[in-house]
């Protein structure tokens, strides 16, 4: 799905036909759309800072020329971007010339204030691009790109005028290449997006804990070593031998200067002091131990700190004497977060360093450290900038800090006169899953829907206003521990991306949610025609029934509804494919046991928003839990849908891991006649690294060596119906199936079931719960 930030779109005040779909190759415009000129119904919904209509109308055809002021390198790339997408997105051909009359015209004018501000004007004689700056032009470009493909065919476009500039300066995506890596294509189609949706700041995240993934020529070892890892059940399960990679010089230079002609900032981040097992597999020198270890296969918190030695920093210097050459950018991130200090404190060597530094704690040591590579960078013309741990020892010189453990951050370094970008977890963090759906993939919950990125507020509430203009601005951030391909990442980003555009963008007063999905159609289609693999899970309808009544009276009530409340939803009962002339849900209706409804959500054009959706409604079903429908139990919230391989190349099968308490429920089973149980569990690699929080992770008394699944009824303590002895993983596959007979009984009952496996084993997650009837 697609939207434009500051999104100029057309929409049909009666139909929103500004609903568009697309070609195989190119956006198809709104079917019912006329000439804006003889449609007074037709009404611009900007999400601009000021637009006033204009009387009448221009056509943009075929071979139109494009005027950029004399020897303007950065105004000829910005008419050529424009040319670009107008050919790929309508067929239009535009050409740049020097001669007048030009129907498109970009224009410096220093009357322009704003840094990335722009007017732009069309009337009956073509269309005028003026800024002041660079980003200002490329920022008109868009929007008449936006207009282009949103209105019809021949791309009339209506006379007006918008005076436009962003809300906020920092307008970020943060991309994690080290867990699981993208080609340097990908970034591109990634970049590519961003500039769409006006987007200017990537956070490169380039070394952690699992690899090193930028090359720097005077340590060779940290790509020869560190960017490589040996997986969990390599060479098994479609599990690679080793996996990993590095971006070499030559490719970070061509993305940064792509990403620079589309006025995106590539910010890099090498993590330290923490999240440095990578480095020090490479360079042992490196590490408090100075012995050798291995690349971590483990998400989470790694133990592994750099030495806060002279040496270590001579070290870091000289890497980021490297990244500097490569990275023009003001800001360098030098992380500073989840620095656990068991080794700086179990360390004589660097308890007597401190002492020496007269610093009284550990945090007040890792500020030390990392005031000398900001100093550094500061004497080099550059500008640290760190997650918000950097404040718990005092923030190093000028360094900016970034927010992520929520807002807190922010607000403690605004007040103490710091610039802050908010990047608060779990609010913009696009590892959250978009949904609780049972066919959503990977990811992190509570659930993080296009509704709540789109109300993200930037400025915390706790700041007054000289407070609140050290807000930078605010990015999400694509952390890929379960996103080990590039479909996950685009299923997990769009559109969420285009919510997150305009919380940065719009001025505050013109956000508006319902205006936002009525245009979110138009950028679906630009997202089809760019091939981009985006979530439908906001539209996608949840298709619910009474299972009491249907497994009491073989019938029951049908419920359809989807998570934004957007969209028409036609349904079927023959199996065949819904379509807009399907029927229309407008109420619950009946069915009769076994049913198969399908369903899809439609735009008032008539173009679908979701594929189709089926729910199979029998007494088979309706027995019958998957292992994202069973809750937690209670006291242990934490939930992640995870594939059976960390390296997995397609989206499906998932599984939901409750990670510290392996214990969950099926709360309200319908137990009347069965009797018999069915439980598949699937087994998955253990490779979470949870430092401090371990002790959180229960651990059950087991009777037999590998440990058990308990099956209790009417709550955890319950009388226990079923007890099956896990095999030895070492000799059995990954699916395990289990089943029992059980004494009848009547009513409702809550299921608990418990494992008692080691937690230093593998994990082991619920695929299937089954409930058998008439068992011989």
């Not at 908010?422 to 959250?432: C, G, H, N, R």
């Not at 371990?694 to 319950?718: I, W, Y």
Request: proline content about 8%.
């Amino acid at each position: 799905m697609s939207r434009c930030p500051p999104l100029v779109c057309l929409v049909l005040v009666a139909t929103a036909a500004a609903l568009a779909a697309c070609a195989p190759t190119a956006i198809r415009p709104p079917s019912s759309v006329v000439d804006p000129a003889a449609a007074p119904t037709i009404a611009l919904i900007p999400q601009v800072a000021s637009l006033h209509r204009g009387v009448g109308s221009f056509e943009l055809r075929d071979g139109a020329a494009i005027s950029v002021p004399a020897n303007d390198g950065a105004a000829r790339e910005a008419a050529q971007w424009l040319a670009d997408r107008v050919r790929s997105s309508r067929q239009l051909m535009l050409k740049q010339t020097a001669a007048a009359p030009a129907a498109v015209r970009f224009v410096r004018d220093p009357a322009i204030a704003a840094d990335e501000g722009y007017r732009l004007t069309v009337t009956p004689d073509g269309v005028d691009i003026r800024a002041r700056t660079d980003a200002g032009l490329f920022y008109g470009a868009v929007t008449l790109w936006q207009l282009v493909t949103a209105v019809p065919a021949g791309a009339i476009l209506p006379a007006l005028t918008i005076d436009d500039a962003p809300r906020f300066a920092w307008r970020g995506l943060m991309l994690d290449s080290v867990r699981h890596m993208q080609t340097p294509d990908e970034i591109r189609t990634l970049i590519e997006q961003m500039a769409e949706h006006k987007l200017n700041v990537l956070h490169w995240h380039l070394t952690d804990d699992q690899g090193w993934r930028i090359q720097i020529k005077r340590y060779p070892e940290l790509t020869r070593v560190g960017a490589w890892r040996t997986p969990p059940d390599a060479g098994r399960y479609g599990e690679p031998k080793r996996y990993g990679g590095f971006y070499t010089q030559d490719e970070i230079r061509q993305i940064v200067a792509y990403a620079a002609a589309r006025q995106i900032t590539v910010v890099p981040e090498i993590d330290m002091p923490g999240h440095a097992t990578a480095a020090v597999a490479a360079y042992p020198r490196l590490g408090v131990t100075g012995k050798r270890i291995a690349v971590s296969t483990d998400w989470g918190v790694n133990t592994t700190l750099y030495n806060p030695s002279p040496a270590t920093v001579r070290f870091m210097q000289h890497v980021l004497d490297e990244v500097m050459t490569l990275f023009p950018s003001r800001f360098i991130h030098l992380g500073g977060d989840e620095a656990v200090k068991d080794e700086w404190q179990a360390s004589r060597a660097v308890q007597a360093q401190r002492k020496r530094l007269g610093l009284a704690s550990d945090d007040a040591l890792q500020s030390w450290f990392m005031d000398q590579l900001g100093s550094y960078l500061a004497a080099h013309g550059r500008r640290m900038i760190g997650w918000d741990e950097i404040l718990d020892g005092g923030v190093p010189g000028n360094a900016a800090v970034m927010s992520w453990r929520g807002s807190k951050g922010a607000v403690a370094a605004a007040q103490k006169g710091h610039d802050v970008v908010l990047s608060p977890a779990p609010d913009l963090y696009f590892d959250q899953l978009q949904s609780d759906r049972a066919d959503e993939t990977t990811g992190r919950l509570p659930v993080k829907s296009l509704a709540d990125i789109y109300a993200f507020e930037p400025i915390p509430k706790a700041l007054d206003a000289a407070q609140a203009a050290h807000v930078l601005g605010a990015q999400a951030n694509v952390w890929t521990e379960h996103m080990p391909s590039f479909a996950h990442i685009e299923h997990a980003v769009f559109p969420r991306l285009d919510a997150l555009a305009e919380a940065t963008w719009t001025p505050l007063a013109r956000r508006n949610w319902p205006d936002f999905l009525a245009r979110l159609p138009v950028q679906l289609a630009r997202y089809r025609a760019a091939g981009i693999g985006y979530a439908d899970s906001a539209f996608a309808p949840a298709i619910t029934v009474d299972a009491d009544a249907a497994l009491a009276h073989g019938r029951t009530q049908v419920r359809i509804a989807n998570q934004a409340d957007f969209g028409t939803l036609h349904y079927t009962l023959d199996g065949s494919a819904p379509g807009a002339t399907s029927p229309a849900y407008v109420a619950p209706f009946e069915v009769t046991l076994p049913a198969t409804v399908r369903a899809a959500a439609f735009a008032p054009d008539g173009d679908a928003l979701t594929a189709p959706r089926t729910q199979v409604i029998d007494r088979a079903s309706l027995l019958t839990r998957n292992g994202s429908e069973l809750t937690n139990c209670p006291g242990s919230p934490f939930r992640l849908r995870v594939q059976p391989e960390p390296d997995a190349t397609t989206l499906a099968p998932v599984y939901t891991v409750p990670l510290f308490n392996s214990c969950q429920q099926w709360q309200g089973a319908p137990l009347d006649g069965v009797d018999t149980l069915h439980v598949t569990l699937q087994r998955l690699p253990n490779n979470y690294a949870l430092a401090h929080e371990a002790k959180l992770v229960v651990q059950r008394p087991r009777a037999t060596p590998f440990g058990e699944l308990v099956a209790h009824v009417d709550g955890c303590e319950g009388a226990v119906l079923a007890r099956w002895p896990l095999p030895d993983p070492a000799r059995s596959p990954r699916s395990l199936p289990f089943d029992a007979a059980i004494t009848p009984t009547t009513g409702k009952h809550d299921l608990c079931f418990v494992l008692t496996a080691p937690t230093a084993g593998p994990l082991h997650a619920f695929d299937r719960v089954e409930l058998g009837e008439g068992a011989k």
